[in-house]
């Protein structure tokens, strides 16, 4: 079992930056590639970016490729998504999830105003 828990996220104005945080519980966080995922209003959920269990390589939709960036320190249990340079369209309902698996952050809102 792995418990993720989701903070940041919120309101922002079109061009800024937000940064996503997602703790892991549980089971080694390091053995496990991580994910997030977004789901919009109206829209199917999609797939955002991935990293792999060491960090070595990274992953990304082609909406928000150079504009997003997944990390993780496996020292804290934790994966990141900074987000920059964001766009209305943007605006989504954010999850993080264990890869291959169905253990599923919380949700956190994320509004793009413009």
């Known amino acids: 079992q792995v418990q993720l828990v989701q903070s940041g996220g919120g309101l922002v104005q079109t061009g800024g930056s937000l940064r996503l945080s997602c703790a892991a519980s549980g089971r080694t966080f390091s053995n496990y590639s991580m994910g997030w995922l977004r789901k919009a209003p109206g829209k199917e959920r999609e797939f955002v970016a991935r990293?792999?269990?060491?960090?070595?390589?990274?992953y990304y939709a082609d909406s928000v490729k150079g504009r997003f960036t997944i990390s993780r320190d496996n020292a804290k249990n934790t994966v990141y998504l900074q987000m920059n340079s964001l766009k209305p369209e943007d605006t989504a309902v954010y999850y993080c999830?264990?890869?291959?698996?169905?253990?599923w952050g919380q949700g956190t809102q994320v509004t793009v105003s413009s």
């Open positions: 999830k264990v890869v291959g698996f169905a253990y």
């Open positions: 990293i792999t269990r060491g960090g070595g390589s990274t």
